[in-house]
């Protein structure tokens, strides 16, 4: 039923062969090209939202593949004294924190860059993890373990600290080791449903919401968006499949099967403001590292990973844990919408506050704890 990513897949691969038959004299005088990195259009819309050069854009892809390549070793590097890692743009490298000088020529082996720190992670966890059993009041936002800052954050509304709930809140807090608050939005975040208004999304009920990542049998998109057992709709009202399972709160995350004349494309669809783009993976991207969203209400979008691991309360009072914090802006309906980092799956659309004209930030749930969750395997082109 996905007419329209057919049609750009088409012409993507028809402007290739055109490309390739007037250029064959020149091919034939040089090596093949490497397989780019991204998209062009991944390319413009980093352009476009991060204020980079077309040249910038391409370096930074190749430096956060670099580190995301590096992640894995270097954090195994540091050991206990692991205190978090990121990606550095100005560097343009993978930073790694630890609360040891000994293990930092481990780090720096391994390749990545090494900051020594006063807090190891599991240190920040552990407050994380005493927050978490509190009942946080109306104002708190959420909390998580900063590891730039290398602190714990608790975040509250704009002006609610003062208030005498949170307040206590915070001076708890306080009192289980480094916590620092953040005042956010005007707002408390909320979870990004809508009812039907049309575009290019699913549907259960009178509920929109965007379809995350394809897997093999269905999609992954957000938990709040549905039921087990509900049955889902397409951007034509004709029937799609079923929510197979579904968890909200405490995760954010569930899937759908498709049937009904249906299929799975590995495919982000770029709404015309830029190319859509095939997912080949899904290695996760360090703080830091760009990502790109896209939604049935606000379309494509990029920002950076600001904070991952983090707790979020949204505004009716539901608390969600493990999300990833990006700068990337989204609206009601994007819910369950895609975020890809480069040619890697990230995560799917939670919830957030602002939205695309004034800003804001949101969150989205990593899509390797779905698959594993749900014995899932990635669509991957």
Known sequence: MRRTSRLRLRVWASALLLVGALGATEAAAAPAPAEPPAAPGLVEAMQRDLGLTEDQA?????????????????????????????????????????????????????????????????ELDAVVTG???????????????DAQANTVVVEVVRGAADEPAVAAFLDEARATGPVAVRAVADEAPAPFAAGTVGGDPYYTGNVRCSIGFSVHGGFVTAGHCGQPGADVFGWDRSRLGTFQAASWPGNDYGWVSVGHGWWTEPVVLGWGTVSDALVRGSAEA????????????TGWHCGTVLGKNETVRYVDGEVVNGLTRTSVCAQPGDSGGSYISGDQAQGVTSGGWGDCNSGGETWHQPVNEILSAYGLTLHTA
């Open 286 to 297: 360090p703080i830091g590292a760009s990502v790109c969203r896209s939604g049935s209400t």
């Open 131 to 145: 927050l978490g059993a509190a009942d946080a009041p109306e104002g708190v936002v959420g909390w998580h373990a």
């Open 58 to 122: 391409l370096d930074r892809i190749a430096d956060e593949a670099a580190a995301a390549e590096a992640q894995p070793a270097a954090t195994s590097a540091a050991g206990d004294a692991f205190a978090g890692a990121w990606f550095d743009p100005a560097a343009g490298a993978l930073v790694v924190a630890v609360a040891d000088p000994g293990a930092a020529d481990a780090v720096r082996d391994a390749g990545a860059e090494a900051l020594v720190v006063e807090h190891s992670a599991a």
